[in-house]
């Protein structure tokens, strides 16, 4: 199977090493691309496990996971990634056939040697 992140590989090759908890992201590219993974993938609790505790009350598990299953991802595109930002554009459809493109700047923060998704500005 191709891995849902547009990386061209395979998705064994690619995220899901991650999601197994076989490996950690080394950069916040890859860390944001095993995320988009996992949305396509329903993978609620590596979504959670991979966003920064401080952040982590904010976010409803039950939410995310009706939102990635009500919505199929279609697409991503990474427009610049550097430091600890990531600049990507995710193409999606939703339950309704409506298609939305998400554009969005990711701001990650490295804890030892896991990094982790903190928060994103979407009015780029």
Sequence with gaps: MECPCC??????????????????????????RSRYSAFSLHLVDY????THP???????????DQWS???T???????????NYVHFKAYYQDHL?????HEELSAF??????WYYVDGKFDL
Excluded at 54 to 64: G, L
Excluded at 109 to 114: F, L, M, P, V
Aim: glycine share 4%.
């Design 54 to 64: 401080s952040k982590r009350p904010y976010h409803s598990k039950s939410e995310i």
């Design 47 to 50: 979504l959670v496990e991979t």
């Design 7 to 32: 990386s061209g590989k395979e998705y064994k090759d690619c995220c899901e090493p991650y999601h197994k908890d076989e490996l950690l992201p080394k950069t916040p590219e890859v860390l944001m």
């Design 69 to 71: 299953k009500q919505n």
């Design 73 to 83: 991802l279609l697409k991503l595109i990474v427009v610049k990634a550097w430091d």
């Design 109 to 114: 923060q490295k804890e030892g040697s896991k």
């Design 97 to 101: 056939g409506d298609f939305y493109e």
